[in-house]
């Protein structure tokens, strides 16, 4: 799974040594929690010419500038700037390449938030957003207009998990001077190299994978040298800034990404193979399954897959899927995932595709599979399985 991103170094390594400088930091391994507001300068010409690595606290201290220079190192572009939370990322990108009567090509199977965020605020300030279905690669161009300022790319798709034809889309969109920006929550720049499939600015709910713990919020924002100065600059003006504990504790997720990205990589396709064959099931939506319409795709463009995909299974009655999710004892129901523990939630994308048609057989689940051990994780499914009423 290792690939150089930095001179020679494999991917483990850069994520122990990236952003750490331990002369500056006394010799300690990990930086400090810097907390501050004011920061002060020595005398009156260095504070008139305003000469001073930090200027204030919520342009950045030594230990949000750690993670953003680790992050940096990782994603690949020009620079990493953070933001409170992964929604926030999402929405800070789009403010920072759309202007009043662009027109934003959005797919069908964005995180739900990010749709919502388009109807109402987005079209409150006269942007309109167009929905295109997940399939579409090159043939995008066709839905290209005079204000088509970006189109933005999340793949696998939000809950059904559909890959999308990056390299496709971006060569279109650069041919038109429209920018690429892309969720990249599942994959992380871990297992999928956003910027050298040619998206212009990537974001990362860091929320998930990159904390890994659930207990931090955060999101990520990279860009190319080409869109660095607009991300910048809009992250500035709208005063967002990430405190240093968060900050702390994100570094600290990054450090063991790598193996632990490794592990929900394994665990959840042994899972997806296992659920495949079982009778209640009608389909896995996971796109590392050799089964999987979007595989090839994947394959080429994908380092690895994350631990959380879809499950469509059999009609059931609906009491029994109640008696299922409760039978569980491992897996925790509840939103957002990335963490070390496995979480199951079932859901319903009816209302959140418009330009794609979602009919399911029967009941859909979200799987997040963490870092238990699989044999325990399995013997937890079949015990709820079992539960399940044919109709
Ligand atoms: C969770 C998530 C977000 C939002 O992240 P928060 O940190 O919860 O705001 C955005 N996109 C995707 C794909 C997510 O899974």
Redesign the pocket.
Known sequence: MSKATDQNHGTNTVLVQAGRDAAQQQGFVNPAVTRGSTVLYPNAEDFLAGRSRYSYGRRGNPTTNALSAALTAVEGGAGVVLAP????A?TTALLAVLSAGDHLLMVDTV?H??RHFCDTTLARLGIRTTYYDPALGSDIRGLFEDRTRAVFV?SPG?LTFEIQDIPAIAHAARASGVAVVM?N??ASPLYFKAHEHGVDISIQ????YLSGHSDV???TISATEEYWPRVKETHGNLGLCLSPDDAYLALRGFRTMGVRLAQHHQAGLVVARWLEQRPEVARVMHPGLESNPYHPLWRRDFLGASGLFGVELLPVEADSLKDMLNEFSLFGMGY??GGFESLMIPFNARNSRTASTWEPAGPTLRLHIGLEDVEDLLADLERGLKKLKPV
Do not use: H, Q, R
């Open positions: 939370s992964g929604l926030n999402v995180y938030p990010t999340e939000s969720d929550t599942w709910a860091g929320t998930k919020m955060v999101g957002s995932w």
